[in-house]
T-cell receptor, first 111, second 117 residues
Framework: QKEVEQNSGPLSVPEGAIASLNCTYS??????FFWYRQYSGKSPELIMS????GDKEDGRFTAQLNKASQYVSLLIRDSQPSDSATYLC???????????FGIGTKLQVIP | GAVVSQHPSWVICKSGTSVKIECRSL??????MFWYRQFPKQSLMLMAT?????????EQGVEKDKFLINHASLTLSTLTVTSAHPEDSSFYIC?????????????FGSGTRLTVV
């Protein structure tokens, strides 16, 4: 079983719609959870971080964490073509607190 | 905010030669540096973790004698790909963690595109 699982997509949504990205993880002891956006050929950039169960909102982005289900999601409201990118779910666990990434979900926002 | 400068951004080298990639934390002390590799259409794969002044801890399947990591100071870590082969061609990214939580505590460099010909 992969440590962090994501559907690779592509996920296509029309402009203005809500994009829902999902991620599951295997290590129950995981402590921190991040969503990164990566454009082709570029380094990842942090979108959201979440540490406790529930929702966390930042502008058009909402991260949701459910530790009992080992599930974390990212909602993007009013999706824009500029949101088209690969979204990486990252989970921190272990003594070294290493970050493990999912394969990423490619999002395409159609104008 | 925290910034990690990674150089070079791209490099082309001949098979059998060595390439050094540098990551510098510009405005914070990077106590831990993570080195990742990303092949096309794949996720970032952790290669090794290094703490300042200590030997790096390599992930399973990563050759420590081929990928030399040095983290001699709190602001500089280097990855040297020795005796490079075409299959080493990839996107290499460093990520630094400092003593305070900024940007989620992990700051990425801009990445290095390595092409071995």
């Amino acid at each position: 079983q992969k440590e962090v699982e994501q559907n690779s997509g592509p996920l296509s949504v029309p402009e203005g719609a809500i994009a829902s990205l999902n991620c599951t993880y295997s290590d129950r002891g995981s402590q921190s959870f991040f969503w990164y956006r990566q454009y082709s050929g570029k380094s990842p950039e942090l979108i959201m971080s979440i540490y406790s169960n529930g929702d966390k909102e930042d502008g058009r982005f909402t991260a949701q964490l459910n530790k009992a289900s080992q599930y974390v999601s990212l909602l993007i409201r009013d999706s824009q073509p500029s949101d088209s990118a690969t979204y990486l779910c990252a989970v921190v666990s272990g003594g070294y607190q290493k970050v493990t990434f999912g394969i990423g979900t490619k999002l395409q926002v159609i104008p | 905010g925290a910034v990690v400068s990674q150089h070079p951004s791209w490099v082309i080298c001949k098979s059998g030669t060595s390439v050094k990639i540098e990551c510098r934390s510009l405005d914070f002390q990077a106590t831990t540096m993570f080195w990742y590799r990303q092949f096309p259409k794949q996720s970032l794969m952790l290669m090794a973790t290094s703490n300042e002044g200590s030997k790096a801890t390599y992930e399973q399947g990563v050759e420590k004698d081929k990928f030399l990591i040095n983290h001699a100071s709190l602001t500089l870590s280097t990855l040297t790909v020795t005796s490079a082969h075409p299959e080493d061609s990839s996107f290499y990214i460093c990520s630094a963690r400092g003593t305070s939580a900024v940007a989620g505590g992990y700051t990425f460099g801009s990445g290095t595109r390595l092409t071995v010909v």
